[in-house]
């Protein structure tokens, strides 16, 4: 224990919590917050509240074809935060950062509009069992729609994705492979590059889910070759309501409109329509303007402190908090060991539901999360009905582990288990 | 702290008086909650005037949900089906002596929604409960 505290001297990012109005409140009376449910979605640094403030504050107006200051400022404001998505995940060009409500909506319209422009009944869509249902239920209704059928990658009991069921499934010419870049439940990073170039040798395009992956490590789209990518702004210090599909752009030329209305077009007639350029064809109706400023605060809140060393500050935590919590009798912990994850801890005490255990440690300040995490294929998995899971980020610290473990004793004593 | 945790739950929780099967029994029904995946069955034997002889439940869930629905079918033995009908959510509260948030309310209430499916139809029973919220 103590060469892993002494590791982290290295990376101390304790004063960052200072950036984090929420985590000087307490719970109740006497009780501060531990705050380790970021995968649900994370907190909000003064920066993000005060870029939102400042833009409804001084310069609210709709975007584009307004001629007036206000209208200027807000679409100028609206497209440097589409730059600064861009450049941090390195896509080649912003026109293909198109904002989404979130990660769901974003897989939605590849599903919508690239499914059914290209795929046909019997063509193979593959997926893993790892997936949040976001990644599963957009495909299940596309392939009830149009014939097209799933197959799934299995995950080992080790909590990985199977590597030589992943060659089989290939074997099958799917047209499109969707996986999650990390789990939101086992915490496993799956070995996205690798699987990219695999899946591209036999001729199938990749859609990564990168809900997990963009707000705790740096993610480079054009060294993972990755054809679409998706993300939420919620879970990386920005605001909900905000997200991102990336995809390269050929694709996104030739996939028509998701949804239509205005700015999404070039001209309109009263029986038909043509449709705007990239990003805006996938654009209708006024965005959430405040939503992507506050993103590209978030982002650049981050890169002031630099993902390479939030990565290695929640390898660092998670590692603590493995050795810390399994080390609890009755305690199971469900994925990979430390190096091949990220900050996510999901578990099960036996003799007791994980709802239970959530609401003893909320007793205590704790904010974790019970349930089945929008992953119940996964859980069925390893015949789960649900599991408790802390997550960590940027503003957790190792002396909010060792309350977590504490509060496990009192729920075991509690319980009497 | 332990509110929540009465001695009263965590003893129906680790120790059911009532959980098992009937069979036959005259009325089953059993039902999700789907925010969770907690899992209720209720049986019932019912005699000719509508009074209730028997009740067993049996499901998987959190200390909330598998004692409520233990109290509840103790509670409902000797009951008419018509008095079940009327059983509300504060019923169940006073039953484990605890205050709910909105999230475990539904934990507490499970039980109570499947006894009152199992009595008169999944959707009354929906409509009953929404209206007390």
């Not at chain 1, 905000?242 to 752009?249: C, D, F, T």
Request: aromatic share 8%.
């Amino acid at each position: 224990m103590d060469n892993q505290r002494a590791m982290t001297h290295s990376i101390d990012l304790r004063e960052k919590r200072a950036d984090f109005p929420i985590l000087e409140r307490q719970v109740r009376p006497g009780v501060p917050l531990v705050y380790l449910d970021s995968a649900a979605t994370s907190q909000k640094p003064t920066a993000v509240i005060e870029a939102m403030d400042e833009f409804y504050r001084l310069s609210n107006a709709n975007i584009h074809r307004g001629i007036h200051v206000l209208a200027e400022e807000a679409t100028a404001k609206y497209e440097k935060s589409r730059g600064t998505v861009a450049h941090f995940i390195n896509s080649p060009s912003s026109k293909q950062i198109i904002f989404t409500r979130n990660t769901t909506e974003a897989i939605n319209l590849v599903a919508f509009s690239w499914g059914r422009t290209f795929l046909k009944e019997g063509d193979v869509i593959l997926l893993t069992e790892m997936e949040h249902h976001s990644n599963l239920v957009p495909w299940q209704l596309l392939s009830s729609s149009i014939g097209t059928k799933l197959e799934f990658i299995p995950v080992t009991d080790e909590g990985l994705l199977d590597e030589n069921e992943f060659h089989k499934k290939l074997e099958l010419n799917p047209k499109l492979v969707a996986f999650t870049h990390m789990s939101n439940v086992l915490g496993t990073i799956n070995p996205a590059k690798q699987m990219i170039a695999e899946a591209h040798k036999y001729g199938a395009l990749v859609l990564l889910d990168g809900a997990q992956s963009v707000p705790h490590f740096a993610v480079d789209v054009k060294d993972l070759d990755v054809d679409f990518f998706a993300f939420s702004g919620h879970k990386m210090c920005g605001p909900t309501g905000i997200g991102v599909l990336y995809g390269k752009r050929e694709l996104l030329e030739k996939m028509p409109p998701f949804l239509g209305g205005g700015d999404m077009i070039k001209r309109v007639y009263l029986r038909e329509f043509s449709a705007n350029e990239i990003p805006y064809k996938f654009e209708a109706g006024t965005p959430a303007i405040a939503e992507v400023i506050g993103l590209g605060a978030a982002i650049n809140y981050l890169k002031s402190i630099g993902m390479d060393i939030i990565a290695q500050h929640e390898q660092n935590l998670v590692a603590y908090a493995l050795e810390k919590i399994a080390s609890i009798d009755g305690i199971t912990i469900y994925g990979p060991s430390a190096e091949k994850k990220g900050g996510v801890i999901s578990f099960t005490l036996n003799g007791v539901h994980p709802h239970d255990i959530s609401q003893i440690l909320d007793q205590y300040g704790i904010a974790i999360r019970a349930g089945h995490h929008c992953a119940m294929p996964l859980h069925d998995r390893f015949q789960l009905t649900a599991t408790a899971r802390a997550s960590f980020y940027l503003y957790n610290t190792l002396e909010e582990i060792d309350r977590l473990a504490d509060a496990i004793y009192h729920v075991k004593d509690t319980f009497g288990v | 702290m332990d509110d929540f945790y009465r001695e009263l739950i965590i003893d129906r929780y680790k120790n059911p008086l009532h959980r098992g099967a009937l069979d036959p029994a005259d009325i089953t029904f059993e039902d999700d909650n789907p925010l969770c995946g907690d899992h209720i069955r209720i049986d019932l034997r019912v005699d000719n005037n509508g009074i209730i002889t028997e009740a067993a439940f049996d499901g998987k869930g959190c200390a909330i949900s598998q004692a409520s629905a233990d109290l509840l079918v103790e509670s409902i033995v000797g009951k008419n089906i018509e008095e079940v009908k009327k059983l509300s959510k504060q019923d169940i509260l006073d039953m484990l002596g605890i205050e709910l948030g909105p999230v475990r309310l539904k934990c507490a209430l499970l039980s109570l929604k499947v006894l009152k499916a199992g009595v008169y139809g999944l959707k009354e029973a929906n409509d009953d409960l929404v209206e007390e919220d």
